[in-house]
């Protein structure tokens, strides 16, 4: 089980996520956009993982990610696909990236896999 950190704007993309995390038995924390997700980075630094919208109000999710102080791997989960955007968030340290509408299955399949890989570098 993980704990997860959920930036997104949109209240329904959240329960839709949140929804999704709870099938895969993984615990999660929500922020509304990407100022608000550094916010609860600082007070909740046992986050395992990091679920991103890319366009978003105060802070969008590619200035969230550049100004990340941990090496909390990060999906984009965004409707942006183009080659530039996610070169940028390479860049940026994105790890994987999500189409909206996201695939629940390959979805939870995409976090174990990272969530499997964090620990064994762990030990």
């Keep these: 089980m993980a704990k997860i950190l959920i930036v997104d704007d ?26 608000d997700g550094l916010q609860k980075l600082q007070n909740d630094i046992d986050v395992d993982l990091i679920l991103c919208d890319v366009n978003m109000p105060e802070m969008d999710g590619m200035t969230m990610v550049s100004k990340l102080t941990c090496d909390t791997p990060v999906i984009m989960i965004t409707t942006e696909n183009s080659i530039s955007m996610k070169a940028t968030g390479k860049k940026h340290g994105v790890i994987a990236w999500a189409t909206k509408p996201f695939n629940s299955v390959k979805l939870l399949n995409a976090i174990n896999k990272i969530i499997k890989r964090k620990i064994r570098s762990k030990r």
């Design 10 to 35: 949109s209240e329904m993309m959240r329960e839709s996520i949140k929804k999704t995390l709870r099938l895969g038995g993984h615990k999660f924390i929500t922020a509304e956009d990407g100022l």
